[in-house]
C-alpha cells in the first residue's frame, strides 16, 4: 500500500485548519454583507453538464476533467469549477421564478482538474465563488468584483492587480471569430496540435492557449476590444466607470480571454505578483446565455471563483496570517484512581457549561500530566487529589501567571467562565 496522498492533492493538517476557518469567517461574513446566500453542489455531476457548461473545446473538458463511468454506466464528472452546478441547480429548483437578482455563493468547494501539479497548481484545490442572475447591468459587474477586491483589502493583501476585459456577445462574436480564424489561418504553422483543432471549431480557445509558439502568435491576434458592438462597448465603458466610483486601479488587458466558454461581455481576473507562474487568484465573469444553453430560460449571470489555496498562500508570503488563535483552555489533572473518577465527572459539567477542557487520556502519573499540561500550553489546570475530593474544593492553576487558588465547584465554574 501507498502511504502517500495522490499527486495534485493535499491534506489540511489540524495544525494548519485555522487558517482556513479564518478565511471561511471573513469569507462569511463578507458575503453577508452582500447579502449573498450559500449554495452547496454535488462534488460530481452529469459529465454532460460540463461539456454544454464550460464547453468542449475548452482546456478543462479537453484536457483535464476527472471523468469515470459509475457501477449504472453513467458517466460522471468531479466538478472542475462552480459555476455549472450552481446553474444546474437553479434551473433543476426553478429558482428563476424566485425575485431578480438571485445571489448565491459557494465556499472551499473541491475542485478538481489534472493538471500538473505544481506550486500554486493543483489536482483538487478549493474556490470560494460568487454568482449573481438576473441582471445585466454593468454596475453589477462592478459590485461582484468589489466582494473579491473588499476581500483581499480587509485581509490587507498587497501586490494585486486587477485586470479587465470584454469578449462581447453573441452580436459582435461572429465577426471577431471570423477576424481571428484569418488571422490564425495565416499562421498556422506556429499553433500546436490541439489549437490547430480549434481553429475550425473555436478559435477563441486558441487566445487562451499555454503553448509558447501559440502564445506568440496570440501576441498580434486581433483583439476583442476592437470589435465590440454598442451594447457590449457601452457596458464595458459603463463598468470602468463604476470600478472608478469605487475607487479601483485596473488594467484593461485585451488578451484576457479566460479558459471557459461561457463568458460574454465582462470578464476579470485578480493576479498576485508573489504568486510567481500561478499568479491568478480569482477570475470570473459575465455568462449571459449559458443558463439558457443548459435549458434554463434566458437568464444573465455573472460570477467569479477564487482559489483558497492560493489565497493562503499569498498571505503566508505577505506575513497576513495570524499565529493560531486557538488556545487550549483548561486541563484536569488527577492525582490517585478516586480523584480520577472526580475529575471525570468535572470534566464532563465543565463541557456542559460550555467550558473547553480536556482530561487525562493517558493514564499519565500526575507528574507527566503537569508537564503535558504545560507543553500543550493550557491557560489553566484543574488538581484533584485526596484532599480536593473530600473538601470538593478543587485547586485551580492558572498556568499563565502561575497562581493557584482553592474553589467551590460553582466558583470554578463561574471563574472559568
Ligand atoms: P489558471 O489560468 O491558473 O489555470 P484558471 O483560469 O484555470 O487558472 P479558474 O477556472 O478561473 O482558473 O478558477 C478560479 C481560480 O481557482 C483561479 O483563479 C485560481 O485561483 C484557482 N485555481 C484554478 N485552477 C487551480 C489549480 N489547478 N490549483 C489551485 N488553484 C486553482
Ligand atoms: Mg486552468
Given amino acids: 500500500m501507498q502511504i502517500k496522498a495522490p499527486r495534485g492533492t493535499q491534506d489540511v493538517l489540524p495544525k494548519d485548519s485555522y487558517k482556513w476557518h479564518l478565511l471561511e469567517k471573513r469569507i462569511r461574513e463578507l458575503c453577508d454583507l452582500y447579502q449573498f446566500r450559500e449554495i452547496r453542489t454535488p462534488a460530481f455531476e452529469h459529465t454532460d453538464l460540463f461539456i454544454r457548461g464550460v464547453g468542449e473545446t475548452t482546456d478543462i473538458v479537453e484536457k483535464e476533467m476527472y471523468t469515470f463511468l459509475d457501477k449504472g454506466n453513467r458517466s460522471i464528472t468531479l466538478k472542475p469549477e462552480g459555476t455549472a452546478s450552481a446553474v444546474r441547480s437553479l434551473i433543476e429548483h426553478k429558482l428563476y421564478a424566485d425575485p431578480m437578482p438571485l445571489k448565491m455563493y459557494y465556499l472551499s468547494t473541491p475542485v478538481f482538474r489534472y493538471e500538473k501539479p505544481q506550486a500554486g497548481r493543483l489536482r483538487e484545490h478549493h474556490q470560494f465563488g460568487v454568482e449573481c442572475f438576473g441582471s445585466i447591468v454593468p454596475n453589477l459587474d462592478a459590485e461582484i468584483i468589489s466582494i473579491a477586491m473588499t476581500l483581499f483589502q480587509q485581509l490587507g493583501l498587497k501586490n494585486l492587480s486587477l485586470n479587465i476585459n470584454s469578449i462581447g456577445c453573441p452580436t459582435c462574436r461572429p465577426v471577431y471569430r471570423q477576424k481571428l480564424k484569418e488571422y490564425f489561418e495565416t499562421h ?95 477570475g470570473g465573469g459575465r455568462y449571459d446565455k449559458l443558463v439558457e444553453e443548459c435549458g434554463g430560460p434566458d437568464l444573465a449571470g455573472i460570477g467569479f471563483g477564487m482559489g483558497i489555496e492560493r489565497l493562503l498562500m499569498i498571505l503566508e508570503k505577505q506575513g497576513l496570517l495570524p499565529e493560531e488563535p486557538y488556545k ?13 473518577k472526580e475529575g471525570f465527572r468535572l470534566l464532563a459539567l465543565l463541557r456542559k457549561n460550555g467550558i473547553s477542557a480536556e482530561g487525562d487520556l493517558m493514564s499519565r502519573s500526575f507528574k507527566a500530566q503537569m508537564k503535558y499540561a504545560d507543553k500543550i500550553n493550557f491557560t489553566h489546570t484543574v488538581i484533584i487529589g485526596e484532599e480536593e475530593v473530600k473538601t470538593k474544593k478543587f485547586t485551580l492553576k492558572n498556568m499563565e501567571l502561575g497562581t493557584q487558588e482553592s474553589l467551590t465547584e460553582e466558583e470554578l465554574i463561574n471563574t472559568l467562565k
Fill in 188 to 282: 498556422k504553422e506556429d499553433l500546436c496540435e490541439t489549437c490547430l483543432s480549434r481553429l475550425e471549431r473555436n478559435p477563441i480557445r486558441i487566445l487562451d492557449c499555454k503553448n509558447e509558439s501559440c502564445r506568440e502568435v496570440v501576441k498580434n491576434a486581433p483583439r476583442t476590444i476592437d470589435y465590440l458592438c454598442e451594447d457590449c462597448s457601452d457596458h464595458f465603458h459603463s463598468l470602468q466607470e463604476y470600478l472608478t466610483i469605487l475607487g479601483y486601479d485596473f488594467v484593461v488587458n485585451p488578451g484576457l480571454v479566460r479558459g471557459l466558454d461561457y463568458y460574454t461581455k465582462t470578464v476579470f481576473e485578480i493576479i498576485s505578483t508573489d504568486l510567481g507562474a500561478q499568479s491568478t487568484v480569482c
Fill in 328 to 340: 487550549n483552555k483548561v486541563y484536569i489533572a488527577s492525582m490517585d484512581e478516586a480523584s480520577k
